[in-house]
């Protein structure tokens, strides 16, 4: 019986292609899914659950992607600046903190939930989220330092630092909103500055330019 020998050419091309193959399989995210009315199961708990703790949904948190899940999927689209088509794809998702959460210590965690109970106490949930967010923008902003505790602790940034309300207990609510803020969750549309208006005392901050306002706090670019 004659033996036929494999071609080594033939032979890489194949390994190559089940590599790669393997690669996709691997690094496709779970959040490539997109969810829409029909759908069921835990991510759409998940998506109800957020909605509903920032204000966007009434009904009930069952799993269902209904009509109703759909409606506050598009208003919260449309108040952050996404397409309102009712439909959570990846952009949408990020938005809902709902992408791999960003790798930090424990110490640099504690913190920036310490910050978000300080600065937002009283403030809705989506205000102690959104203040979370402006932390971590600010880490990505080349004006400021590139740590949570390089931000936190820069002179004069946080009222919390001088009056002591960063020593306070830490609200239960404000390590959630820390971690949603991690996720990517981020209600303010990018701002990198925030302040009350009843208490701000700086005329510069008024010349920030406004992009939304959540509770007692105007967020500015």
Not at 45 to 54: E, P, R, S, V
Not at 121 to 149: C, D, K, M
């Amino acid at each position: 019986m004659k033996m036929r020998h494999s071609n080594p050419v033939r032979r890489f091309l194949l390994l190559a292609l089940t590599a790669a193959m393997v690669l996709t399989m691997i690094i496709i995210p779970a959040s490539a899914a997109t969810y829409r009315q029909g759908d069921r199961g835990s991510a759409v708990t998940t998506i109800q659950t957020k909605l509903k703790n920032w204000g966007y949904y009434n009904g009930s948190v069952d799993g269902v992607f209904g009509s109703q899940t759909t409606e506050a999927v598009r208003y919260f689209q449309s108040k952050n600046g996404l397409t309102a088509d009712g439909i959570v794809g990846s952009a949408t998702q990020r938005a809902l903190g709902m992408s791999s959460a960003t790798s930090i210590s424990d110490s640099d965690f504690n913190l920036l939930a310490r910050v978000i109970s300080a600065e937002a106490r009283g403030e809705p949930y989506t205000g102690q989220v959104a203040v979370g967010a402006v932390i971590l923008n600010r880490v990505e902003h080349p004006s400021f330092p590139n740590t949570i505790s390089g931000v936190v602790y820069e002179q004069g940034a946080f009222t919390c630092m001088v009056d002591g309300q960063i020593d306070e207990p830490v609200a239960d609510s404000a390590y959630q909103a820390a971690r949603d803020a991690l996720n990517g969750a981020d209600p303010t549309g990018g701002a990198i500055y925030y302040f009350n208006p009843a208490t701000a005392t700086s005329a510069w901050i008024w010349s920030r330019p406004l992009i939304t306002v959540i509770g007692n706090h105007r967020f500015c670019a």
